[in-house]
C-alpha cells in the first residue's frame, strides 16, 4: 500500500508560483505512474498532470499546459507539480494520485488506486 501526503499550497496572487509536492511512503511508489487532479468547490475532480514510473512521458490538462511542469524523484519516493504563472481560475485543493501496478500516465479520476488528503491552493486576482 501507498500513502500520499501533499504540501506547499497556499494563498498567492495571479502571475505568481507555487512548488506542491506529494511524498509517498511505500516500496510501489517507484513503481507506480503518479498525477495531480484538483477539485474545485462546486465542480468535480478534474485531471491536471501525469507522470509515468520512470518520470519521463508527462501529460498536461489544456488548461495548464506551459504553465505547469510535474516531475518526480523515485530516490526521495516525491512528486512534484511546479505552479508558474497562476491564475486565480487555478484555484482549488489539488490532489495526489497513484496507480497501483501501472506504469503509464493517465488522464482518468478511475485510474487511479492512492489519493492524498489534498491541500489548497487559493490564487486573488
Known amino acids: 500500500q501507498v500513502q500520499l501526503v501533499e504540501s506547499g499550497g497556499g494563498l498567492v496572487q495571479a502571475g505568481d508560483s507555487l512548488r506542491l509536492s506529494c511524498a509517498a511512503s511505500?516500496?510501489?511508489?517507484?513503481?507506480?505512474?503518479m498525477g495531480w487532479f484538483r477539485q474545485a468547490p462546486g465542480k468535480e475532480r478534474e485531471f491536471v498532470a501525469s507522470?509515468?514510473?520512470?518520470?519521463?512521458?508527462?501529460i498536461y490538462a489544456d488548461s495548464v499546459k506551459g504553465r505547469f511542469t510535474i516531475s518526480r524523484d523515485n530516490t526521495k519516493n516525491t512528486v512534484y507539480l511546479q505552479m508558474n504563472s497562476l491564475k486565480p481560475e487555478d484555484t482549488a485543493v489539488y490532489y495526489c494520485?497513484?496507480?497501483?501496478?501501472?506504469?503509464?500516465?493517465?488522464?482518468?479520476?478511475?485510474?487511479?488506486?492512492?489519493w492524498g488528503q489534498g491541500t489548497q491552493v487559493t490564487v486573488s486576482s
Open positions: 507522470i509515468n514510473w520512470t518520470g519521463g512521458s508527462p
Open positions: 494520485a497513484g496507480r497501483r501496478g501501472y506504469r503509464s500516465t493517465s488522464y482518468e479520476v478511475a485510474d487511479y488506486d492512492y
Open positions: 511505500g516500496r510501489a511508489f517507484s513503481g507506480s505512474a
